[in-house]
């Protein structure tokens, strides 16, 4: 088995979505307006499980990482969110650092990893790690075969010709995980030979979606062949009937420490902070996989690995330095330099 940090482990744009009162529901005990970047099943269910349990009304928008931390800075002098729960940990780290989010020490980090309060750490206390998923290809293993395509092993193959108009990836604009596959690249090839890679892999691309799950779910209706994606999000596709199936790539690659973090100005502080509190406990976050069927690694030390789900102690993952990355003013300038060099290529 590798060793990494994980070894020791044992969309739509702005969907709101406020949730009626369930029978047997407490008294009404305020408001939370949730700002949410996991897949939308999850966010429902979060949403109407904290509401249920504490008589809270969930007022919730989801939305990619970077067009939450846009909305969120936007905002700014205005607060309208009170929680950010989800999407990669960059964003929420760039958050921290402008003064966008408040720090905030839960009772329950007692019972996290150690990453998600290494991510708690770095970010001055305002950010902390809910699970950690890692980058890799999905495919369709029926088109490909259709297509005679050997499916990619390496970040190498990639560039093959015989990938040509097959690969979906997302913008970093709006995805966070096309923020994470640029700052992956960038770390394992150095800056200048990870943007001459992205450059060549445009060649390959056919369309850079909003959301980062927006590719997985073209490789599962058979739009495209093979997708830059969180692995966690083929099984979910594959678990769902479709023909996808997964690699890690061979050189290594990367990954998330999705976050939470609680929103500077918040309006509903208790409330945001008791919804902190309950995303931080095993049963909020056995949610992920029991209700809505998603497998990222939970950062509850009590919360098992789903079943099916990537082994994070068993990939090849770089050392990816959150610190660097979750920079604000680095992530904009590597996203500008995206936009300049490869997003404007015809
Ligand atoms: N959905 C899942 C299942 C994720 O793991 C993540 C990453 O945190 C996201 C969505 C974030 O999506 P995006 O890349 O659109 O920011």
Known sequence: ?????????????????????????????????????VQIEWCQAAATNFQRDTGIRVNMTQRGSGETLAAIRAEGQNPRGDVWFGGTGDP??????????????????????????????????????????????????????RKTIDAPACWAD??????KGEI????????????????TLVQLLGEEQGFDYLKK????????????????????????????????DAVVEKNAGFPVAYATPCEGTGYEIGSMSIIRGARNLTQARRFYDWALT??????????SGQ????????????????????????????AKYGRAAERRRLIERWDR??????
Not at 102 to 127: C, D, F, I, V
Not at 168 to 183: L, M
Not at 211 to 232: C, D, M, N, W, Y
Not at 282 to 291: I, K, S
Request: hydrophobic fraction near 40%; glycine fraction near 10%; aromatic fraction near 8%.
């Open 1 to 37: 088995m590798r060793t990494n940090a994980f070894a020791t482990l044992a969309a739509g744009f702005g969907l709101g979505l406020t949730v009626a009162a369930l029978p047997g529901t407490v008294a009404a005990q305020g408001t939370l307006n949730l700002y949410c970047s």
């Open 92 to 145: 929420h780290l760039a958050a921290a650092e402008d003064n966008l989010s408040q720090a905030y020490e839960s009772p329950n980090n007692t019972y996290l990893q150690p990453w998600a309060l290494t991510q708690w750490n770095q970010s001055g206390k305002r950010a902390v790690g809910i699970y950690a998923g890692a980058v890799g290809f999905g495919f369709n293993t029926e088109l490909l075969a």
């Open 158 to 163: 990639l560039l093959e010709p015989r990938f």
């Open 168 to 183: 979906q990836v997302a913008n970093p604009n709006s995805s966070g995980t096309a923020y994470v596959i640029i700052a």
């Open 201 to 232: 892999l445009h060649a390959n691309i056919n369309a850079y979606a909003r959301s980062g799950t927006g590719p997985i779910k073209a490789v599962a209706r058979g739009e495209t062949g093979v997708s830059l994606s969180f692995v966690h």
């Open 282 to 291: 095993e049963p909020a976050q056995r949610l992920g996989y029991e209700a």
């Open 295 to 322: 497998l990222q690694t939970p950062s509850n030390k009590g919360a098992p690995l789903p079943p099916g789900a990537p082994d994070l102690g068993q990939i090849k993952l770089v050392e990816y330095d959150f």
């Open 341 to 346: 060099e490869v997003g404007s290529l015809p």
